[in-house]
């Protein structure tokens, strides 16, 4: 039978390019590698700790807060303690953003429920309503589109804007992709219109009451106007409130601001190639984190497998023929100043970085990684697949990478991001829940078992 037939040819040709591929990378003694880097993760890692440390001993670290300058300090001295060959500061400035009194979004005059408060969290970089708060009616809207319909019926009023994440979508970061536009520039399109506060719907999947921060843009040019968001639960509750009343008022108060800028770092730690020094192999995450739990997955646990890739480099005794090095990034969350500034200072010192390669999905289990380059890059790295199958690692097809390694995009390097499983991310992202015990040990380890890998393999063949 042709289906038979054609089965058969397959397996063959399986059986043929798994022997040539045996022969060219496995006969190197990749498989061995690998294996002993996760053997080493599995048995001896101490990233489970570290991340412990940043988040019960430090805490969430916002840019511009002391705990934030404590994190700078502490991972300097970790990468310091495992003898790295130079571990350095970069200075770069920081936007310091405080968030103030606890906020306040109080329905005043329901018919049901009578006065009611909802679980609110201001927007990162949201000015405040001031002390004395606001007491406006309300008006829903489903999204930006639907603001921009509405046009000048929302002046004078508070705007809630319900926009919900895609259940239907597989990958959670192309459905928060399509939901975080309201975040981030609801207040600004509803300022435009004359709007006085905006309250945006969680950007998570879960129905529960946590409320999930998160940075929203000033437009240039626009009103700028208080924001918050409310949990899911609630934002279901007001929904059904506004559609049985439309007098509905709302109190809303907080008292968050933006002050001067705040000079910080970006902590760099290096292990220089014994070959090909002059190539650079940059593997990072961000060090701040929102000032609510405690940033153990965005972004704790990608920062600390990071310095994982250059611990167990020298704790196996393998020397890079290229230059490895580990960057925790400052201000990823509310500026992304960090990110900018280290793809400044490389541009400006003629760098050559081959790779960039970020963890800032969370710390689930990692199946596989995003990427941006050329295709002979792409199809390279993916050449690679059967050495990862075993760990579970099967997803080289997605286009992405990470935010702070973006802007060296045009320098040239092939950027990555790790991808773990992405189902339950979104229940802790930018929430108070966002803490160690969210993190589990063995999955932070295979996360840094697969980038220490990954690193290896490029170090060795080149991209
Ligand atoms: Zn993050």
């Known amino acids: 039978m042709a289906f038979r037939k054609y089965t058969i040819m397959k397996r ?27 053997d080493h993760q599995l048995s001896e890692s101490p990233v489970y700790e570290n991340l412990r440390y940043l988040c019960k001993e430090i805490g969430n670290r916002l840019s511009g807060s002391p705990q934030a300058a404590a994190a700078v300090e502490y991972t300097k001295q970790l990468m310091e303690s495992y003898g790295f060959d130079t571990v350095y500061l970069q200075p770069v400035m ?24 909802l679980n609110s969290l201001a927007l990162g970089n949201s000015v405040g309503t001031g002390p004395k708060g606001l007491l406006l009616n309300v008006i829903e809207v489903e999204n930006i589109a639907a603001l921009k319909k ?15 994440m895609d259940p239907t979508l597989i990958n ?36 529960d009451d946590t409320p999930h921060t998160g940075s929203l843009v000033y437009k240039p040019l626009m009103p700028q106007i208080p924001a918050v968001a409310v949990s899911t639960k609630d934002a279901e509750k007001l929904s059904e409130m506004i559609r049985d009343q439309d007098d509905l008022k709302i109190y809303l108060r907080t008292t968050s601001q933006m002050l001067s800028d705040v000079l910080s770092y970006n902590v760099i730690g290096e292990i220089k190639g014994s070959t090909n020094p002059e190539e650079i192999i ?42 490895l090095r580990v960057v925790m990034f400052m201000n990823e969350e509310n500026g992304l100043r960090g990110g900018k500034k280290y793809a400044e200072i490389a541009k ?23 990427m941006m380059g050329t295709e002979a890059q792409r199809n390279k790295i993916k050449s690679w697949k059967p050495l990862f ?7 080289f097809d997605q286009l992405g990478s990470g935010a702070d390694i973006s802007p060296l995009e045009d320098q040239g390097p092939l950027l990555m991001e790790l991808l773990p499983n992405t189902q339950k991310y979104f229940i802790y992202h930018h929430t108070a829940a966002d803490i160690l015990e969210a993190v589990d040990k063995r999955e932070l380890e295979m996360g840094a078992a697969a980038l220490t890998s990954m690193v290896y393999l490029i170090d060795q063949e080149g991209i």
């Open 348 to 370: 400006k010192k003629g760098e050559i970085t081959i790779a960039a390669l970020e963890s800032d999905s969370g710390s689930f289990f990692p199946e596989g990684y995003t």
């Open 282 to 323: 940059v593997v990072g995450g961000h060090l701040d984190s929102w000032d609510v739990g405690e940033g153990a997955h965005d972004d704790g646990g990608g920062c600390m497998m990071s310095v994982e890739v250059g611990r167990t480099f020298l704790a196996l005794g393998i020397k890079p023929k290229r230059t």
């Open 389 to 395: 199958l075993k760990y579970g690692m099967y997803d």
């Open 12 to 38: 063959s040709l399986y059986f043929l390019v798994s022997f040539l591929f045996a022969y060219t990378t496995f006969g190197q003694g990749y498989e061995e590698k690998i294996k002993s880097i996760y």
């Open 150 to 164: 509405l046009g000048k019926k929302v002046e004078g009023k508070i705007v809630f804007i319900n926009t919900k």
């Open 94 to 117: 920081v936007p310091h953003w405080v968030r103030g009194d606890k906020e306040v979004v109080r329905v005043t005059n329901t018919k049901k429920y009578g006065t009611i408060s």
């Open 172 to 207: 959670n970061f192309e459905a928060y992709g399509g939901a975080v536009i309201t975040r981030a520039y609801g207040a600004s399109e509803a300022g435009n219109l004359g709007a006085k506060a905006v309250i945006v719907r969680s950007v998570t999947n879960r129905l």
